[in-house]
Nanobody, 127 residues
Framework: QVQLVESGGGLVQAGDSLRLSCAAS????????MGWFRQAPGKEREFVAA????????YYADSVKGRFTISRDNAKNTVYLQMNSLKPEDTAVYYC????????????????????WGQGTQVTVSS
């Protein structure tokens, strides 16, 4: 049974930082790319960032590029999302997800390419 458990969300002010964590279990974490997505109220889920299985490559949505950093620690089966200079428009439920294909060379921004998802963690940024 694969499980992804996010943590680290909360209520912050604009300009603050947060670090989200996603702990994985149930399959070999280190051979799958990982992604972060978010969903704001009344909006569709959108891609935020992804990292290859090795951690060698990362990819970001334009809206977070330069402010967010995705990283992973394969020894701890954990992926992180460091969020700096937060804006009110970053308010959403943030989900981590695991790629459905092992050893993918690149990363995907399409949710259909991820087969396991966490339950989400709320991030609220006040102005």
């Amino acid at each position: 049974q694969v499980q992804l458990v996010e943590s680290g969300g909360g209520l912050v002010q604009a300009g603050d930082s947060l670090r989200l964590s996603c702990a994985a279990s149930g399959r070999t974490f280190s051979i799958y790319a990982m992604g972060w997505f978010r969903q704001a109220p009344g909006k569709e889920r959108e891609f935020v960032a992804a990292i290859t299985w090795s951690g060698g490559s990362t990819y970001y949505a334009d809206s977070v590029k330069g402010r967010f950093t995705i990283s992973r620690d394969n020894a701890k089966n954990t992926v992180y999302l460091q969020m700096n200079s937060l804006k009110p428009e970053d308010t959403a439920v943030y989900y981590c997800a695991s790629d459905r294909r092992a050893y993918r060379i690149s990363v995907s921004s399409f949710s259909r390419e991820y087969d396991y998802w966490g339950q989400g963690t709320q991030v609220t940024v006040s102005s």
